[in-house]
């Protein structure tokens, strides 16, 4: 497709590979022609509002967003290439420590602070979501994610991901920050077990914080991120 880029990025950027592509959407590898410098390219076919918000952001937990432009009737967003291994990949028959999960959860509960600071709930958070570079955890992937208001009832589009996204998720109501919270609970169980926690919960106090992260009922979960934060420090 000749619109995985913007006509003006043509002269400056090569695409490099394509990670993910649909009909109204895609997800390239680009390098910079001078530079040699890589990047993500992302086309979106509507408002890129949530990724405009992030543009100031700079954080070793989330992928810096360096310009959002509007043309040809697409969103594009010109955005950090995070190159690691991503969490689903070493969940492939393997699961993590204690130690492991709770330094990889804490690092998603930084990055999800940021979010929910800015007022944004991602609603995506999932393994295929988190790439592991270094010693940090990041969290990647805000095309789910929404902005939430205060006079909202439901959300506007049901999305998420079957078995991560929170009950409320599917139009029961809207989702704030405590729906991120069930799906890293989700998250914390797979890697300690290799199952979802409604399948096999994870043994000891692990096993009650995620109990907790996951109950139906939002206001059953811990009130927000930094209450979890707190828990798995303790």
Do not use: W
Request: proline share 5%.
């Amino acid at each position: 497709m000749s619109n995985r880029i913007p006509a003006s990025y043509e002269p400056h950027f090569e695409v490099v590979s394509v990670i993910k592509e649909t009909e109204d959407k895609s997800i390239v590898k680009v390098r910079h022609r001078s530079s040699g410098a890589l990047f993500l390219m992302r086309r979106l076919p509507s408002s890129a509002d949530i990724y405009r918000q992030l543009l100031p952001v700079s954080s070793p937990y989330l992928p810096r967003i360096y310009e959002v432009l509007e043309e040809d009737d697409c969103c594009f967003i010109l955005e950090e290439f995070v190159e690691g291994d991503l969490l689903s990949d070493m969940l492939q028959g393997a699961t993590f420590s204690p130690s492991e999960t709770r330094r990889i959860s804490l690092d998603i509960c930084k990055a999800l602070y940021i979010l929910h600071d800015l007022g944004l709930v991602h609603r995506d958070v999932k393994p295929e979501n988190i790439m592991l570079r270094g010693q940090n955890a990041v969290l990647l992937d805000f095309d789910t994610s929404r902005q939430f208001k205060e006079e909202g009832t439901t959300d506007t589009q049901v999305l998420g991901t079957t078995g991560f996204a929170a009950p409320e998720q599917y139009g029961i109501s809207q989702t704030d920050a405590r729906a991120d919270i069930f799906a890293l609970g989700v998250t914390m169980n797979l890697m300690l077990t290799g199952a979802h926690p409604s399948v096999k919960l994870a043994p000891g106090r692990f096993g009650r914080i995620i109990s907790k992260c996951t109950m139906v009922q939002p206001d059953k979960r811990y009130s927000n991120i930094l209450h979890l934060m707190k828990v798995l420090r303790s």
